[in-house]
């Protein structure tokens, strides 16, 4: 069976860490990004860090950060995964702090609004460990907000990299979407809280267990 793999970005509590853990979430995430309701800085995000056990990965996101932030929080934090949501990290940034890292794609700006552009900028970021799809946004990302799914159809086998599929991601629209796209693992923010960085337990536990469902069903086709 192929097992989607499970991201969460935007805990501020270590308790809603601890349920994520316990439920099999593969990845934890955490925001440095002033500007989102759901920033931590670098001594909560330390506790939060302390919750993460081994096994399971703790991704930095970061929107158009400084490299000297960047850096503070690998040392500081240790993340195993960096994530770059904004519009400027280069591909030779993203390499530069020499760990692994996703790229973020933002769908649906002028300049992204077709496979083909889209399949172009991805390119560009031919060392990301993973190339993470959201929505196009203001606020660059955890909107909530779906965009065009099919958009990327089969770009997986097209540029050879994790495909992690994100933007609006919710119990009600997770099966189409994995149908449809087949991603390597999913990226999920607001289709899991209660409110604006609080994680809820039974969202979270609702989306594993549809996922695990669609997974095996999956498999036997
Ligand atoms: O979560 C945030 O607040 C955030 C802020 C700035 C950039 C990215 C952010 N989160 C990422 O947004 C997507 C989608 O979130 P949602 O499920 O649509 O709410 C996800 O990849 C998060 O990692």
Known sequence: MKRTRVKICGFTEE???YEAVKIGIDAIGIVFYEKSKRFVDINKAIKLRKEIPIFVNCVAL???ATKDFIMKVQDKVCPDILQF???IESQQF???FHQKFIRAIRIGSDHLNSTEQIYLECKKYNNASGILFDSYTNNYGGSGKIFQHDLIKNLDKKI???IILS?????DNLETAIKNIQPWAIDVSSGVESSCGIKS???MKDLISKLYHID???SRL
């Open 94 to 96: 993203c390499e530069s």
């Open 160 to 162: 050879n990299c994790p």
């Open 201 to 203: 337990k039974n969202k």
């Open 85 to 87: 949501h904004g519009d």
């Open 15 to 17: 308790n809603d860490i």
């Open 167 to 171: 933007g609006g991601i919710n119990h």
């Open 216 to 218: 095996i069903n999956n």
């Open 62 to 64: 970061f929107v158009n």
